[in-house]
Nanobody, 118 residues
Framework: QVHLVESGGGLVQPGGSLRLSCGVS????????MSWHRQAPGKERELVAV????????NYADSVKGRFTISRDNAKNTVYLQMNTLKPEDTAVYYC???????????WGQGTQVTVSS
């Protein structure tokens, strides 16, 4: 059975940091590109960051570039999102996604809430 479980969300003050984790099981993690997405109240879900199969290539939304870092540890079947200098507009539910190299299969986690507020 496929499982993707996000953790690390919570309430943080503006300028603070959080690290999200997504642990996966039930599929060949090292054969999937991983990404983080977020959805804020009243807005569409948006792509935040992507990392390729072996972690050598990453891409970020302009709104988080320079503040967020995506990484993966294939030995631990885990992808991370380090979030620094958080802003209130980063408040959203953050979702982990896995996608096969051929694009035919994808899996989503249930999401974790991140709230940035003073």
């Amino acid at each position: 059975q496929v499982h993707l479980v996000e953790s690390g969300g919570g309430l943080v003050q503006p300028g603070g940091s959080l690290r999200l984790s997504c642990g996966v099981s039930g599929f060949s993690f090292s054969l999937y590109a991983m990404s983080w997405h977020r959805q804020a109240p009243g807005k569409e879900r948006e792509l935040v960051a992507v990392i390729n199969l072996r972690g050598g290539n990453t891409n970020y939304a302009d709104s988080v570039k320079g503040r967020f870092t995506i990484s993966r540890d294939n030995a631990k079947n885990t992808v991370y999102l380090q979030m620094n200098t958080l802003k209130p507009e980063d408040t959203a539910v953050y979702y982990c996604k896995a996608q096969s190299g051929d694009g035919r299969r994808d899996y989503w986690g249930q999401g974790t809430q991140v709230t940035v507020s003073s």
